[in-house]
Structures are given as structure tokens and as C-alpha cells.
């Protein structure tokens, strides 16, 4: 009895461990890898019918000689007038000659920002997702999230899930925004993936969400179209069915992305052809990674969707569209039990890279390691690292902590030295003397938040940490680069939002103050600098709701064909009147033209005494 009972139990194991996954939905089934055509199209892009720095004509012109062969202007409907930037002839644009498919679109822009496609539907007052999403959709059209990462605070998964099972013309996500500035996207993608597939998939997308030249061409989708299939028809067909990749591509050099030459499906695997080592195909199920290499076996424990994630050279990613899975049983679940920390939650069996975070320790103590399972943890001393759940489990980790250790913070020149403990904020101000202007912060900076403004914050590490203010006489500030106190008004800044407004200072002064997501930009086209030119941009700030919001103060040097060659810019969260100053040695060759521009993402952003010196070698 026992024999049988024995091998009743490593059958049900056997059994178990080979269990068949089916794959219920191919994005790629209906395509001909033999005559396909490869189309690199960007589906979010502005102009200067919103809030881009190229007109309608430039932006056409620059993606049609980069090769780009589908193409979308998506100006924001808050500008007037709502409706999109369309037809393309109405703006100059010769559409033959530009050899682009052109795209209908527009951005939806009150609420979550939406791309929306093949309809005229615009409205600046529109702040619920839900009814713009139904116009949409009552006008025939398509639509995309985009850029979700930056609506992370107020929106969950549930949120997203009941988005796209209310509106099933929503296809798809942006996974990549610009070079990526929203790294949170594709964890939200993978959430709304897990609770929707494998009945009800979402397309992954990549955009430039182009508005100046430091955008242009590192995030785009390769479309896969019959021979003859660049019209409309065929172009949304691919759209909705998901025939099309997602890529980032941070170095510009499209050389280093991953294509796959074929994409195949059996009883047994998925395999994916494509010119790279196996190790740089992954395959992701709920978030993480299940597997490595070109095929994928289906007796792999996997969830009800499967993507693959192709990693190029110079930091190039191909993600390819997620196959909807059906397993039986259902899939192997590992409970992971974090104490002290985030990450506690049942995973699929075989998960890599599951994050781990240790929680904020009692007052006086710092983080000290992770103790229990230990030898699953990638990092043993890091707060935030990953565990690799390759076991059945349960597995449990603890994050220890430890009494926190004062250093010495010396500052040279400055305030804000003492005794300081360990990982702990301290704000240091440098003593500027009189006739004298602020260079930068020199020693241990690798503490710091910034190098080049008098003011800054040190993150206190586990040493002693010394650093000194240096000065320079203090530039000759030319009249023609000064708006002081902005007592002229926005004289020869072009106001590219409307939340800018100026607030009267009890001496009769005015400074400028810039609302959510607001800010202004000026081309000094007057001034030319060259490599070794040092430029001095001086100003005083306050953030209103400092810390958890983001303002951004900086400088861009364009040539003259209007292409972005060198910016810099300095993020603030100081709550009181500080003296900030941004400096920039010029690196590549003039003559360039600098642009300046004040950005407030969310909260106030308050600005005064805006100078900039140029010195010449």
C-alpha cells in the first residue's frame, strides 16, 4: 500500500512538473515573415501647434529623413484650437513627398494624457477618462495610455483594468516615453496584463512624445505590414491585432536593435530568430523573469500571458507584444513573507528579480541587512535589492536594522556642518562673499544633490563627508540676458503653458510663480557661444510642497539647425527663497544659441533675480 501510495505521489509530481501550457493568443499568427515589411513609425509627437519647438513642416521633414515611414502629430487638445493638428496639407506639408503613412491624432490632455487616433474628437475641459475614452470610441476611433508612470500617485492597477475592459478600443500602453523617463511603465504594464490576459490583451507602444531635439528617435514601434500594406487599412489592422513592437533605443543607433527575423509557435515552445545571443531574449510572465534564450519551452511554469524582452547592444530594448496563456493545472506559486519590508505576495514559482525594499527603520536606526533566506537575495547588504524565487517556498526574508552612527559633515565656506547621522538630509548653504559669485562645491561631492548651486542637500553616507564653496568674481551680467524680477512681464520668454502668473512682493517687486505642469522657454537668438564659453545662469527659488513634486530650472545650446547638443539643468526642492546658479562649460563646437526654460512638473514653482553671464576663453 505504501509502494503504491509512493507512486501515486511522484506521478502527481511528474505530471505536474510537465504540465502543457497552451498558447490561446499569438499577436504575430496572421504575419508572412517571408514577404513582411519592417515600418518604423512614432505615434506621439508636437509641435508648434502645442508645445513643441518645430512647426508641423520641421517635424515631418526631420522623422521623414531619419527613415521613419508612419507617422502621427499628436498636438495637445488643450491649446486652441481642441481638435488635432490635421489635415497635414493644411499646414504646408507635402504628404507624397515626405514618403510617411500620415496618422490622425491628437492628444487628450485634461485627464490622464491620451493618444487618440482616427477621429477629430478634442476637448480642453474634459477631465475624466472615462467619458473622453467613450468619445473616443463613439467617433470610431483608437486609443493609447500614455506614459501611465506619471500618474502613479493617483491611479492603482484596478484603475487601469477597469480602463481597458469598459473600452475595448483601447489598445495599448506606452512602455517607453521619451528615453525612458517613466521606468515605472512597463511595471504597471505587466500589473494590467496579469489581471486582464490572456482574454483581453494590451498592446506595448514606444515614443518619442517628441517636443525638442533631446527627444528625437530613442523610443519608436516597428510595425509588421504586407508588401503592399502601408495605407491606413492594413496600418490599423496591425494596430489593433498588436503586429508591431515596442523599442527603446537611448544611443540613436538603430544598428544596435533587435529585430526578430521570425516569430513561430508550436504545441511546445515559442521561439523567437533573431541575430543575438540567447541570454539576451527574456522571457517575462507577471513582471518577472521565467526564462532565458531564443526558445521558449511551454512546459515552463508560467502565468496566463508570456512577453519577450530583446536586449541590444548600448542599451537598446525590443519588447515583443505578450501571448495569452492557458495552463492546466494552473501554474506553481512560491509565497514570499517579507518582515520589515515591502514584497511580501504568492509568485510564480521560478520568478527572478522580485523586488525587495526595506521599510523605513525606527528613528535612530538605519538599515542593516536581510537575514533569513538569504541565499535566494541578490544583495544581502543593500535596502533595496532583488530575490531570485527559484523554490517551491515558502521563503522568508527580515530586514534588520541597527543603531544609525553620527559622521562628521565639515563645511568649508558654508553652513550646515555638524554631527550628522547616516542617512540622514542635511541642507548646507555656501557663505558667499561680497563681490564675489558662487563656482561650485568641491570635495566629497559625491554626497551631494548638486555641485553647482549654493545651495544643496548631502545625503549623509557611512563616513566623515568634507566639502569646501569656491567662488570667482562675480560676472558682468549683460542687460539683455536679465529679467530680474521679471518687472517687464515674460519680454521675450514664449509662455508655453497657461498656469504662469506673477505674484507682487511686499516691496512692489514681482516675481514669477509656475503652476502644475507649467513653464516657459526663451531663445536668446541674439547670442552665439562656442566650446570654452562659460555660461552663468543665476536665479533665486522656492518649491511650495517641496519633496514630493519636481521643478527644473536649465539650459539648452542648440545649433542652427535647431538640434539639442548640450543641456543641463538643475532640480530643486527647497521650500524657502534659496540662490541657485547653473553652470555650463560649453563642449561642442558654435556657434550655438542658448535656450532657457523654467518647467514645474506639480505644486509652485517660485523664480527671481534670472540672470546669465557668458564668459568667453
Same mark, same amino acid.
Given at each position: 500500500?505504501?509502494?503504491?501510495?509512493?507512486? *501515486?505521489?511522484?506521478?502527481?509530481?511528474?505530471?505536474?512538473?510537465?504540465?502543457?501550457?497552451?498558447?490561446?493568443?499569438?499577436?504575430?499568427?496572421?504575419?508572412?515573415?517571408?514577404?513582411?515589411?519592417?515600418?518604423?513609425?512614432?505615434?506621439?509627437?508636437?509641435?508648434?501647434?502645442?508645445?513643441?519647438?518645430?512647426?508641423?513642416?520641421?517635424?515631418?521633414?526631420?522623422?521623414?529623413?531619419?527613415?521613419?515611414?508612419?507617422?502621427?502629430?499628436?498636438?495637445?487638445?488643450?491649446?486652441?484650437?481642441?481638435?488635432?493638428?490635421?489635415?497635414?496639407?493644411?499646414?504646408?506639408?507635402?504628404?507624397?513627398?515626405?514618403?510617411?503613412?500620415?496618422?490622425?491624432?491628437?492628444?487628450?490632455?485634461?485627464?490622464?494624457?491620451?493618444?487618440?487616433?482616427?477621429?477629430?474628437?478634442?476637448?480642453?475641459?474634459?477631465?475624466?477618462?472615462?467619458?473622453? =475614452?467613450?468619445?473616443?470610441?463613439?467617433?470610431?476611433?483608437?486609443?493609447? $495610455?500614455?506614459?501611465?508612470?506619471?500618474?502613479?500617485?493617483?491611479?492603482?492597477?484596478?484603475?487601469?483594468?477597469?480602463?481597458?475592459?469598459?473600452?475595448?478600443? =483601447?489598445?495599448?500602453?506606452?512602455?517607453?516615453?521619451?528615453?525612458?523617463?517613466?521606468?515605472?511603465?512597463?511595471?504597471?504594464?505587466?500589473?494590467?496584463?496579469?489581471?486582464?490576459?490572456?482574454?483581453?490583451?494590451?498592446?506595448?507602444?514606444?515614443?518619442?512624445?517628441?517636443?525638442?531635439?533631446?527627444?528625437?528617435?530613442?523610443?519608436?514601434? *516597428?510595425?509588421?505590414?504586407?508588401?503592399?500594406?502601408?495605407?491606413?487599412?492594413?496600418?490599423? #489592422?496591425?494596430?489593433? #491585432?498588436?503586429?508591431?513592437?515596442?523599442?527603446?533605443?537611448?544611443?540613436?543607433?538603430?544598428?544596435?536593435? $533587435?529585430?526578430?527575423?521570425?516569430?513561430?509557435?508550436?504545441?511546445? +515552445?515559442?521561439?523567437?530568430?533573431?541575430?543575438?545571443?540567447?541570454?539576451?531574449?527574456?522571457?517575462?510572465?507577471?513582471?518577472?523573469?521565467?526564462?532565458?534564450?531564443?526558445?521558449?519551452?511551454?512546459?515552463?511554469?508560467?502565468?496566463?500571458?508570456?512577453?519577450?524582452? *530583446?536586449?541590444?547592444?548600448?542599451?537598446?530594448?525590443?519588447?515583443?507584444?505578450?501571448?495569452?496563456? /492557458?495552463?492546466?493545472?494552473?501554474?506553481?506559486?512560491?509565497?514570499?513573507?517579507?518582515?520589515?519590508?515591502?514584497?511580501?505576495?504568492?509568485?510564480?514559482?521560478?520568478?527572478?528579480?522580485?523586488?525587495?525594499?526595506?521599510?523605513?527603520?525606527?528613528?535612530?536606526?538605519?538599515?542593516?541587512?536581510?537575514?533569513?533566506?538569504?541565499?535566494?537575495?541578490?544583495?544581502?547588504?543593500?535596502?533595496?535589492?532583488?530575490?531570485?524565487?527559484? +523554490?517551491?517556498?515558502?521563503?522568508?526574508?527580515?530586514?534588520?536594522?541597527?543603531?544609525?552612527?553620527?559622521?562628521?559633515?565639515?563645511?568649508?565656506?558654508?553652513?550646515?556642518?555638524?554631527?550628522?547621522?547616516?542617512?540622514?538630509? %542635511?541642507?548646507?548653504?555656501?557663505?558667499?562673499?561680497?563681490?564675489?559669485?558662487?563656482?561650485?562645491?568641491?570635495?566629497?561631492?559625491?554626497?551631494?544633490?548638486?555641485?553647482?548651486?549654493?545651495?544643496?542637500? /548631502?545625503?549623509?553616507?557611512?563616513?566623515?563627508?568634507?566639502?569646501?564653496?569656491?567662488?570667482?568674481?562675480?560676472?558682468?551680467?549683460?542687460?539683455?540676458?536679465?529679467?530680474?524680477?521679471?518687472?517687464?512681464?515674460?519680454?521675450?520668454?514664449?509662455?508655453?503653458?497657461?498656469?504662469?502668473?506673477?505674484?507682487?512682493?511686499?516691496?512692489?517687486?514681482?516675481?514669477?510663480?509656475?503652476?502644475?505642469?507649467?513653464?516657459?522657454?526663451?531663445?536668446?537668438?541674439?547670442?552665439?557661444?562656442?566650446?570654452?564659453?562659460?555660461?552663468?545662469?543665476?536665479?533665486?527659488?522656492?518649491?511650495? %510642497?517641496?519633496?514630493?513634486? /519636481?521643478?527644473?530650472?536649465?539650459?539648452?545650446?542648440?545649433?542652427?539647425?535647431?538640434?539639442?547638443?548640450?543641456?543641463?539643468?538643475?532640480?530643486?526642492?527647497?521650500?524657502?527663497?534659496?540662490?541657485?546658479?547653473?553652470?555650463? +562649460?560649453?563642449?561642442?563646437?558654435?556657434?550655438?544659441?542658448?535656450?532657457?526654460?523654467?518647467?514645474?512638473?506639480?505644486?509652485?514653482?517660485?523664480?527671481?533675480?534670472?540672470? *546669465?553671464?557668458?564668459?568667453?576663453?
Amino acid at each position: 500500500m505504501k509502494n503504491c501510495l509512493r507512486i *501515486l505521489l511522484v506521478l502527481g509530481f511528474s505530471l505536474r512538473a510537465f504540465a502543457q501550457t497552451t498558447v490561446v493568443l499569438n499577436p504575430y499568427a496572421e504575419v508572412d515573415w517571408d514577404t513582411v515589411v519592417v515600418h518604423k513609425a512614432n505615434l506621439h509627437t508636437h509641435t508648434t501647434e502645442s508645445d513643441g519647438v518645430l512647426s508641423p513642416q520641421e517635424v515631418v521633414k526631420l522623422y521623414a529623413e531619419a527613415g521613419y515611414t508612419i507617422f502621427s502629430i499628436t498636438d495637445h487638445d488643450t491649446n486652441e484650437p481642441d481638435a488635432p493638428t490635421w489635415p497635414w496639407e493644411a499646414y504646408g506639408i507635402d504628404v507624397a513627398a515626405s514618403g510617411m503613412l500620415p496618422i490622425q491624432g491628437n492628444e487628450i490632455s485634461r485627464p490622464d494624457h491620451i493618444g487618440s487616433y482616427f477621429n477629430d474628437y478634442g476637448d480642453g475641459s474634459q477631465r475624466d477618462v472615462d467619458a473622453a =475614452l467613450k468619445e473616443i470610441g463613439d467617433r470610431d476611433g483608437l486609443a493609447v $495610455l500614455f506614459h501611465p508612470g506619471r500618474y502613479a500617485r493617483r491611479r492603482t492597477t484596478a484603475d487601469y483594468v477597469g480602463f481597458y475592459r469598459n473600452h475595448p478600443h =483601447l489598445v495599448g500602453m506606452e512602455v517607453f516615453n521619451q528615453n525612458d523617463r517613466y521606468p515605472g511603465d512597463r511595471a504597471t504594464y505587466d500589473a494590467v496584463l496579469t489581471r486582464l490576459m490572456p482574454e483581453r490583451p494590451v498592446w506595448a507602444m514606444a515614443n518619442d512624445d517628441f517636443h525638442r531635439m533631446e527627444h528625437f528617435a530613442r523610443s519608436f514601434n *516597428l510595425f509588421l505590414l504586407p508588401a503592399d500594406g502601408l495605407n491606413e487599412t492594413d496600418f490599423r #489592422a496591425a494596430f489593433e #491585432a498588436g503586429r508591431f513592437h515596442a523599442v527603446h533605443n537611448p544611443s540613436r543607433d538603430t544598428g544596435q536593435v $533587435l529585430i526578430p527575423r521570425r516569430i513561430e509557435v508550436t504545441e511546445t +515552445e515559442i521561439r523567437v530568430e533573431v541575430d543575438a545571443e540567447a541570454d539576451r531574449v527574456i522571457w517575462i510572465s507577471e513582471g518577472h523573469e521565467m526564462h532565458r534564450g531564443q526558445v521558449l519551452p511551454l512546459s515552463t511554469n508560467l502565468g496566463t500571458y508570456v512577453r519577450a524582452h *530583446l536586449q541590444g547592444e548600448a542599451g537598446t530594448q525590443t519588447l515583443l507584444q505578450p501571448f495569452g496563456l /492557458v495552463s492546466d493545472p494552473p501554474a506553481r506559486r512560491t509565497v514570499l513573507a517579507v518582515e520589515g519590508g515591502g514584497g511580501s505576495g504568492a509568485y510564480l514559482t521560478g520568478s527572478r528579480g522580485v523586488a525587495l525594499k526595506a521599510g523605513a527603520p525606527p528613528e535612530g536606526h538605519v538599515f542593516a541587512r536581510w537575514t533569513g533566506d538569504v541565499d535566494l537575495v541578490e544583495d544581502v547588504n543593500a535596502a533595496e535589492t532583488v530575490i531570485h524565487l527559484t +523554490e517551491e517556498g515558502p521563503v522568508s526574508v527580515t530586514a534588520e536594522t541597527r543603531p544609525a552612527v553620527a559622521y562628521t559633515l565639515e563645511v568649508i565656506s558654508g553652513q550646515g556642518g555638524g554631527e550628522v547621522p547616516e542617512e540622514s538630509v %542635511r541642507e548646507i548653504v555656501a557663505d558667499i562673499p561680497e563681490g564675489m559669485a558662487f563656482h561650485r562645491w568641491e570635495g566629497d561631492v559625491e554626497a551631494l544633490g548638486t555641485v553647482w548651486s549654493p545651495t544643496t542637500r /548631502v545625503r549623509m553616507p557611512d563616513r566623515p563627508v568634507r566639502v569646501m564653496a569656491r567662488f570667482q568674481p562675480e560676472p558682468v551680467y549683460s542687460p539683455a540676458l536679465v529679467n530680474g524680477d521679471f518687472s517687464e512681464g515674460l519680454t521675450g520668454w514664449d509662455a508655453k503653458k497657461e498656469d504662469v502668473r506673477f505674484v507682487e512682493n511686499e516691496d512692489g517687486s514681482v516675481h514669477l510663480a509656475l503652476q502644475r505642469f507649467s513653464g516657459i522657454m526663451q531663445r536668446l537668438e541674439a547670442l552665439e557661444v562656442s566650446r570654452g564659453d562659460i555660461l552663468t545662469l543665476s536665479f533665486e527659488a522656492k518649491l511650495e %510642497r517641496p519633496g514630493t513634486h /519636481v521643478a527644473f530650472v536649465g539650459m539648452q545650446l542648440l545649433s542652427k539647425e535647431n538640434e539639442e547638443m548640450q543641456s543641463e539643468s538643475l532640480t530643486m526642492d527647497i521650500d524657502d527663497w534659496r540662490p541657485h546658479a547653473l553652470r555650463i +562649460e560649453v563642449a561642442p563646437n558654435g556657434p550655438l544659441t542658448p535656450n532657457l526654460f523654467l518647467w514645474m512638473r506639480s505644486g509652485q514653482m517660485h523664480v527671481r533675480g534670472f540672470r *546669465l553671464s557668458v564668459e568667453s576663453r
